[in-house]
């Protein structure tokens, strides 16, 4: 579930912040401390959900489920393919490398392998601006 943070919710606590293991989470106002999630760095793990104090992190309704519906790599035809998870992505058309099942290094789907499939946030990296990390 790619998630979001409710900007009229969130209290700048840091509480999902502290909790988020792929540093996601960038805060976008330095006097108010509100935190705005990075769609591309975010693994959808979720663990950020159970911190917020006042459940201001929601699933965003704009991305696919990394994983899980809506992900090519949940179909059994693409099974044991790894996903780098936007950190490594492709110098040409930007996607996130894959690692295919035989293979023991990344690859891009549709430039490297001439796949139809990759993954679905690729259609959203101009439309979906990356947080600026206040210092």
Known sequence: MSLM???????GCGACDFSCHSDAL???DSFLGIFEIDPYTCDD??????????TAIVPDPRFPVCHGHGCPLHSERLAGTECSIWQERCTTCGTTLWRAADSDHLTCPKCDDGRKVFCPKTRLLDTVPVPVRMG
């Open 45 to 54: 793990c979720g663990v950020c959900v159970g911190k917020c104090p006042e």
């Open 5 to 11: 943070v409710l900007q009229d919710r969130c209290i």
């Open 26 to 28: 960038t805060k976008t």
